[in-house]
């Protein structure tokens, strides 16, 4: 099967007016199945623009991204948009869940935009909370949720549609560091079990240090850190 994930030469350049920001300079990345991935460096090294360049909402200047081997250049905004929607899922620092929707409706709702039925939605919805031991949550709106299960509502929204790869960006940078172990946790048990591809930019070495491999950047390139044993 092919790879969940490739980036090949990505190169990105912003140019803020006065000066080029050689962001990305050929970065060269291969997620493979069922591997989760820590992309670790310094802030303002690149990784909220490999992570955008990786989840196709933004345009690399030049290089290529394979999504289970589909060339994401190739293809027609619209398809693009569609192989977004339904093969990448995504989970930010910030939730970025409906607030006037319940958890389950914020769960099921990308499950709808990719055509799943109310139910098979709702229902897919609920099993995703109940393992992620937000099953007393399900009914609750955002407002009324901690930090940590608005997070893990998130995470459920992002594995809903079961995506090829998992993109996440600093996916407990906004949590104190008891909740964002259970968060961290809740994510391995989760990935663990679905046998899920991820990249996963975050400053937090518990969490990077419990998957497989860590990458970094350099001078807009991936260098590879260390190998960890599962
Ligand atoms: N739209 C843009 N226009 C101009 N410069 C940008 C733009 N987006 C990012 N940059 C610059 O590119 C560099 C990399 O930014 P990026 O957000 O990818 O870094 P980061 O590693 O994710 O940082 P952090 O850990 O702080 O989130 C920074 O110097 C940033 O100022």
Redesign the pocket.
């Known amino acids: 099967m092919a790879d969940p994930l490739v980036l090949a030469d990505v190169v990105r350049t ?3 007016g006065t000066a080029e ?1 050689k ?1 990305l300079t050929g970065a060269n990345l291969t997620v493979r199945e069922g591997e989760l991935v820590a992309l670790v ?10 992570l955008q360049i990786a989840g196709l909402l933004e345009h690399p200047d030049a290089g290529r991204v394979m999504i289970g081997g589909t060339d994401a250049g190739r293809l027609s905004d619209k398809d693009r948009t569609a192989l977004r929607r339904d093969r990448i899922g995504f989970i930010y620092q910030f939730h970025h869940l409906m607030g006037d929707f319940s958890a389950r409706e914020n769960v099921a709702l990308p499950q709808r935009l990719a055509g799943r039925s109310a139910r098979a939605a709702l229902a897919r919805a609920d099993e995703l909370l109940d393992r992620l031991g937000l099953k007393d949550r399900r009914k609750h709106r955002p407002a009324e949720l901690s930090g940590g299960e608005r997070q893990r509502v998130a995470i459920a929204r992002a594995v809903a549609n079961e995506p090829r790869v998992l993109l996440a ?2 996916p407990t940078g906004n949590l104190d560091q008891r909740t964002a172990g259970a968060v961290r946790d809740a994510f391995l048990t989760l990935s663990r079990d679905t046998g899920l591809a991820a990249l996963v ?1 975050t ?1 937090n070495q518990t969490l990077a240090g419990e998957l497989d491999r860590t990458v970094t ?1 350099k001078q807009g390139k991936i260098v590879s850190t260390e190998e960890v044993n599962r």
């Not at 460096?41 to 490999?50: F, I, M, R, Y």
Request: net charge negative.
């Open positions: 912003f140019d803020d920001v962001v460096a310094p802030s303002g090294a690149g990784k909220s623009t490999l960006d600093e930019a400053h950047l």
